[in-house]
């Protein structure tokens, strides 16, 4: 079974602060990896994926993401936060092939931005 | 249209009532998704349906009950539910179920068993 684990718990910036959000996955196969982020009262939404290729992914509102393999790492990057992503942050992974579909998420950081 | 609805939005139930889930897409995706989510937590994977039949079950209670009537329609029948069971229940689709579509997202249904 896969596990993913995610460092920070509760991380508290300052507008225009860089951004770091750390994110380990263990499994033995081929794995997908994607950043959901869920505003207050807003639903799971998706902020970047790893499929394949680049290690290095954009996603929408200047996220950014790099994939690891040798770490089996795909931390989160914004180079400037804003008041407005103020947010809970999950990792996820899915594997393919065997065990496809069974999505497993990591604990979730709370990102809370000071204007 | 990406998107998901569910309805109702909340639900307050005794633990003697039935209740239903329902949760709608009209992407034409393949695999749809339940997940249930507690305060503070991630989602957690209960159910996946792939072309509409019932392919993980991820060794949830039998007084919860899926069902998936079409390809767009998942419901989640509730039945004798205890107080832990509280939570924002979350659908989900994509695509399909290979693992390599992103899942969208409904707004959730959160449930309170009193």
């Known amino acids: 079974a896969q596990s993913v684990s995610q460092h920070n718990h509760h991380v508290i910036l300052s507008e225009a602060a860089s951004l770091e959000l750390g994110c380990n996955y263990s499994?033995?196969?081929?794995?997908?990896l994607f950043w959901y982020v869920q505003y207050p009262g807003q639903h799971l939404q998706l902020l970047l994926k790893?499929?394949?290729?680049?290690?290095l992914v954009k996603g929408i509102k200047g996220f950014e993401a790099e994939f690891i393999k040798s770490k089996f790492s795909f931390n989160l990057r914004k180079p400037s936060v804003q008041w407005s992503d103020t947010a809970e942050y999950f990792c996820?992974?899915?594997?393919?092939?065997?065990?496809?579909?069974?999505?497993?998420f990591g604990d979730g950081t709370t990102l809370t931005v000071k204007p | 249209d990406t998107e998901v609805t569910q309805t109702p939005k909340h639900l307050v139930m005794g633990m003697t009532n039935k209740k239903s889930l329902k949760c709608e897409q009209h992407?034409?995706?393949?695999?749809m998704y339940w997940y249930k989510q507690k305060a503070k937590k991630p989602p957690e994977l209960m159910f996946v349906?792939?072309?509409?039949?019932?392919?993980i079950n991820e060794s949830v209670p039998s007084r919860f009950s899926p069902e998936c009537p079409n390809s767009s329609l998942l419901n989640l029948h509730l039945h004798a539910l205890q107080p832990e069971d509280s939570a924002l229940y979350l659908c989900?689709?994509?695509?399909?179920?290979?693992?390599?579509?992103?899942?969208?997202f409904g707004p959730g249904t959160r449930l309170l068993v009193l």
């Open positions: 989900a689709s994509s695509q399909d179920p290979s693992g390599q579509e992103t899942q969208y």
């Open positions: 499994y033995g196969g081929t794995v997908n």
């Open positions: 790893y499929f394949s290729g680049d290690p």
């Open positions: 996820a992974v899915n594997p393919i092939n065997t065990n496809a579909g069974k999505s497993t």
């Open positions: 992407m034409g995706h393949r695999a």
């Open positions: 349906y792939s072309y509409e039949k019932l392919s």
